[in-house]
């Protein structure tokens, strides 16, 4: 099956700076890599994804590569807010309706204003 | 307009005790899903359900069932509650794209906090 590391576990940045985080996956039959954020007390959501196809995508201040010979995939945020803070999951999966995505454990993003 | 509704949203039960959450999803989706997020958490999928196919993770006790009377429900039944249950549960939905039955991400509902006493 997958296996999804996400690292770090915490991230501290200052209001303005960037932040990035990291996940790698094992199964090189997976082709879709979503991002989801989780603020307090709510459901994660979907911010970006990302397919095989494409190594890049950008969405205002967010955006995500991937490497598919590597096996990693990243998330971006510039200009950090202290909106921003929250817990981000990254997953990666086979688009097919009867996979089921392997979550990464999880990215608490702090930004001090 | 709530996407994915679930209720209750705060849940304090005695162990050994029977109890449901209900959610609802306005969205039109096909395949509804039940997570299970530990205090550390980790998000852990317990069980896919669409009109064709039941997925079950097999590390879910069997105490634990899903009930979709419709499409657009699917609520979680747990019996005889123990205190390793205590965590907040995730309801979910998702679309298969027209043709290739591909999904593209999930939409999740607020959660419930399930506290086993």
């Known amino acids: 099956g997958e296996n999804v590391e996400q690292h770090p576990s915490t991230l501290s940045v200052q209001e303005g700076d960037s932040a990035v985080i990291k996940c790698t996956y094992s199964d090189s039959a997976s082709n879709y890599f979503p991002w989801y954020k989780q603020e307090l007390g709510k459901g994660p959501q979907l911010i970006i994804d990302i397919r095989s196809n494409v190594g890049e995508k950008k969405d205002q201040r967010i955006a995500v590569t991937l490497n598919k010979t590597a096996k990693h995939f990243s998330l971006h945020i510039t200009e950090t807010q202290p909106e921003d803070s929250a817990v981000y999951f990254c997953?990666?999966?086979?688009?097919?309706?009867?996979?089921?995505?392997?979550f990464g454990r999880g990215t608490s993003l702090i930004v001090h204003p | 307009d709530t996407a994915v509704s679930q209720t209750p949203k705060y849940l304090v039960t005695q162990m050994g005790n029977d109890k449901s959450i209900k959610c609802e999803q306005n969205?039109?989706?096909?395949?509804m899903y039940w997570y299970k997020q530990d205090s550390k958490k980790f998000l852990k999928i317990m069980f896919s359900?669409?009109?064709?196919?039941?997925?079950i993770n097999e590390t879910v006790p069997n105490r634990f069932s899903p009930k979709s009377p419709d499409k657009a429900h699917l609520n979680l039944h747990i019996n005889s509650l123990e205190l390793g249950d205590s965590a907040v549960y995730f309801c979910?939905?998702?679309?298969?794209?027209?043709?290739?039955?591909?999904?593209?991400?999930?939409?999740f509902g607020s959660g419930t906090r399930l506290t086993v006493v």
């Open positions: 979910a939905s998702s679309l298969r794209q027209p043709g290739t039955g591909d999904v593209y991400g999930y939409t």
């Open positions: 997953a990666a999966t086979q688009s097919g309706g009867s996979y089921i995505p392997t």
């Open positions: 359900y669409n009109n064709k196919e039941l997925i």
């Open positions: 969205l039109g989706h096909d395949t």
